[in-house]
């Protein structure tokens, strides 16, 4: 300890939990000291040395700069503390106490140095590599790796930090082994749907940015977590599903499909002519065939006689499955322009009624 003796006769002598005032403002000091000392590092690596990293062509020496600033600060501020404290007069039970807390800052202060490089080896290294491949089953793990780990990571240091403050840290473990029974029927659904999610992760019924019908809901998808599944339906809207439903549930692949089927049905009035409808047929085809974003050679044929039409069956396939609702709106709009051309009529439900005289 330092000795403050004749600045603490000066301004007095009156103890409060050992230690006079001027030693508190001497413990504040050497805190707000360092502090200062923090913040010019920080602004010395963040104005001046993150520039000269940023024009290397590596960015190893980015991350590594990104990594150590806050720690730093940490570290200093916790420094700080020691200094501080070297001019209190602390009693052995309050030393204890001050030491254990330190240990904790330092333990918390290491934990966060880990989670950051456990981060950017995942996200650096096997972002990178994942980002190489074809398959996007790789892609959807880094999040989850990501978040297992800082899981593991914390709880490895709560433990830590429980033996720190003289826990008995085995039986402690014993003890959860004994009450995860109970955990685990407690947070069955939690459980199985996290099971859900590791079958969609590696059965691969569909990847993100896929088009699904799943568990009731159609859209695309956007996130598979450890637990739930979202999906962007058609009006825009987010919706959250349990994995557990999604995968137990029958699960249509939109986006697999290679061509979208279209089946259209066009009524034309009775009074069409064979020759009419003949030519419309020709008229339909020609606007299938012209486009790139269908295949050629559709089914068409006078499929059914009505009561109040004549059917012209349709059967085409859309082969941009990503814009099919506009294609269909397009081939609907010329079939009317080119049908009102060829003068041939669409009906509609009507009767017709014979009065005999």
């Known amino acids: 300890m330092i000795d403050l003796g004749p600045l603490t006769n000066?301004?007095?002598?009156?103890?409060?939990?050992?230690?006079?005032?001027?030693?508190?403002?001497?413990?504040?000091?050497?805190?707000?000291?360092?502090?200062?000392?923090?913040?010019i590092i920080h602004y010395i690596f963040k104005h001046h040395i993150s520039k000269i990293t940023a024009k290397t062509?590596?960015?190893?020496?980015?991350?590594?700069?990104?990594?150590i600033q806050k720690p730093l600060i940490g570290a200093l501020f916790i420094v700080g503390i020691l200094v501080g404290m070297q001019f209190l007069s602390l009693s052995p039970d309050v030393a204890a106490v001050s030491s254990n807390i330190i240990g904790v800052l330092v333990t918390l202060l290491i934990m966060y140095v880990v989670i950051k490089v456990v981060d950017v080896v995942i996200e650096q290294g096997l972002g990178r590599i994942a980002g190489k491949t074809e398959s996007k089953l790789d892609d959807q793990l880094i999040p989850l790796l990501s978040k297992?780990?800082?899981?593991a990571i914390l709880a490895l240091f709560l433990v830590i930090i429980l033996d720190n403050f003289g826990y008995d840290v085995t039986a402690l473990i014993a003890g959860l082994g004994v009450g995860g029974l109970a955990f685990a029927f407690a947070a069955k659904e939690t459980i199985s749907d996290a099971f859900g999610g590791f079958s969609i992760l590696t059965g691969k019924p569909f990847m993100v940015g896929d088009s699904v019908n799943a568990a009731g809901v159609s859209g695309k998808v956007e996130e598979v977590g450890v637990r739930f599944t979202r999906i962007r339906n058609w009006d825009g809207r987010l919706v959250t599903i349990p994995n557990s439903k999604v995968a137990s549930d029958v699960i249509e692949n939109i986006t697999s499909a290679k061509a979208r089927r279209y089946n259209i049905n066009l009524g034309v009035t009775y009074d069409t002519s064979p020759a009419k409808i003949k030519k419309g047929m020709e008229i339909v085809k020609k606007i299938i065939e012209s486009r790139k974003d269908m295949k050629k050679d559709p089914h068409i044929s006078l499929s059914a006689f009505?009561?109040?039409?004549l059917n012209i069956l349709v059967i085409c396939y859309i082969t941009d499955t990503d814009n099919w609702r506009q294609i269909q709106g397009e081939i609907n709009m010329k079939i009317l322009e080119e049908f009102n051309k060829a003068g041939i009529e669409f009906a509609f439900p009507s009767q017709t009624v014979y009065v005999k005289k």
């Open 148 to 151: 297992v780990s800082r899981f």
């Open 10 to 39: 000066l301004l007095g002598s009156k103890l409060y939990f050992g230690s006079t005032i001027v030693q508190y403002i001497a413990f504040f000091a050497a805190i707000i000291i360092f502090v200062i000392i923090a913040k």
């Open 57 to 67: 062509k590596s960015n190893i020496d980015d991350v590594v700069i990104k990594l």
């Open 306 to 309: 009505n009561d109040s039409s």
